[in-house]
């Protein structure tokens, strides 16, 4: 079947813009990830949805960055008024249960560059 | 405070030879582990995972990790290295209580030499 995918592959933009990135997860997966890998930073979190519960916002590094679920299926992004330090891949990843140990599946990423 | 840490940001072994790719955990609960490998351009595809059942672990193409409770270890090795194992590989945990995110070590470079 499908696997997790993710729109755009790569998104130029010059600072001060919005973007949004969105994410396909694999049907019937009730959870979704988004991740941030850059060079200075590694991988890191920043949001997860499981089904219809709150989002945990934990690991969002500024205000500037939100997203949404829309009927516990496609998310979206958005990063308002880009600075150059958010340039890095977006990752998402779905996942099929809430148990800590279930395989998450990861999209091949959003490459965002500000210019 | 819960970590992982990757000894040797990048690694060369020649084709042939043993692998050895380092990963530490810090934790004061439980852990899953996970080891992930990235391929140029692409997403993150899993190797094998730990889940507190069997301490060793097999995992695709040849992969397998020793989860070493006393060591708070999870190395992954493969007796013999292929130039298709050219890749980054990211450790990576989870934990039985607390948040549901990965938490990732910095990941290694693999290089194969031919």
């Known amino acids: 079947g499908a696997g997790v995918s993710q729109s755009p592959s790569n998104k130029v933009t010059e600072k001060g813009k919005d973007v949004e990135l969105r994410c396909d997860p694999i049907?019937?997966?009730?959870?979704l990830y988004w991740y941030r890998q850059s060079l200075g930073q590694g991988l890191e979190f920043l949001i997860y949805?499981?089904?219809?519960?709150?989002?945990?916002k934990s690991g969002l590094p500024s205000d500037r960055f939100s997203a949404e679920r829309t009927g516990g299926s496609v998310s979206t992004l958005t990063i308002q008024r880009t600075q150059q330090e958010d340039s890095a891949v977006y990752l998402c990843?779905?996942?099929?249960?809430?148990?800590?140990?279930?395989?998450?599946?990861f999209g091949p990423g959003t490459r965002l560059t500000v210019l | 405070a819960q970590s992982v840490t990757q000894l040797g940001s990048h690694v060369s072994v020649s084709e042939g030879a043993l692998v050895l790719l380092r990963c530490n955990y810090s934790?004061?609960?439980?852990?899953?582990l996970f080891w992930y490998v990235q391929y140029p351009n692409q997403g993150l595809q899993l190797l094998l995972k730990?889940?507190?059942?069997?301490?060793l672990v097999k995992g695709i193409n040849g992969f397998e990790a020793e989860f070493k409770k006393s060591e708070t270890s999870f190395h992954l090795t493969k007796p013999s290295a292929h130039m298709s194992d050219a890749a980054e590989y990211f450790c990576a945990v989870t934990f039985q209580t607390g948040a549901n995110n990965l938490f990732f070590g910095t990941g290694t470079r693999l290089t194969v030499i031919p």
């Open positions: 730990y889940t507190s059942a069997a301490t």
């Open positions: 949805f499981q089904g219809n519960s709150a989002p945990d």
């Open positions: 990843a779905s996942s099929s249960r809430l148990a800590r140990n279930n395989e998450q599946f």
């Open positions: 049907s019937g997966h009730t959870a």
């Open positions: 934790s004061s609960v439980p852990p899953y």
